[in-house]
């Protein structure tokens, strides 16, 4: 039960938190000292949050930048395997294609009786 009632005073800090009175001072009523060092305090704040942003975003560029040429890669390692590939099957499907031609020459010389070398296959594609 203890845990439940430090749970919703957590959810419900402006409860607990002490009440406090806001009194709007004029800008004359403020001493010039007093303006600029708060105004000072305030630029400088916002110069480092500036320069936080900027050091993210540098990150985020080069990371941008790192991703790109990744993707490129991938690309042209796609590109050359495609084209690996088309040109393996090309090539395998020109020798079948000598194959069977060389088949048919081997059949015609049978059928004449004209002797012949049986040639064996040279060209050997590796995948």
Do not use: W
């Not at 709007?24 to 708060?38: H, L, Q, S, T």
């Not at 560029?61 to 490129?72: D, I, M, Y």
């Not at 690309?75 to 499907?93: A, C, G, N, Q, Y």
């Not at 020459?105 to 995948?127: C, D, R, S, V, W």
């Amino acid at each position: 039960m203890t845990e439940l009632r430090n749970n919703s005073e957590c959810m419900t800090p402006s409860m607990n938190a002490p009440v406090r009175n806001i009194h709007i001072i004029p800008a004359g009523d403020i001493p010039y000292e007093v303006r600029m060092k708060y105004i000072l305090r305030a630029y400088r704040k916002d110069k480092e949050r500036l320069e936080q942003l900027q050091r993210y975003a540098e990150g985020l560029e080069e990371e941008n930048v790192a991703l790109q040429k990744q993707l490129e890669q991938k690309k042209l390692d796609k590109e050359v395997s495609t084209k690996r590939k088309k040109k393996i099957f090309e090539l395998t499907h020109l020798t079948q294609s000598q194959k069977v031609y060389i088949g048919s020459l081997q059949l015609l010389l049978a059928e004449h009786g004209i002797p012949f070398h049986e040639m064996k296959t040279l060209i050997t594609i590796t995948k």
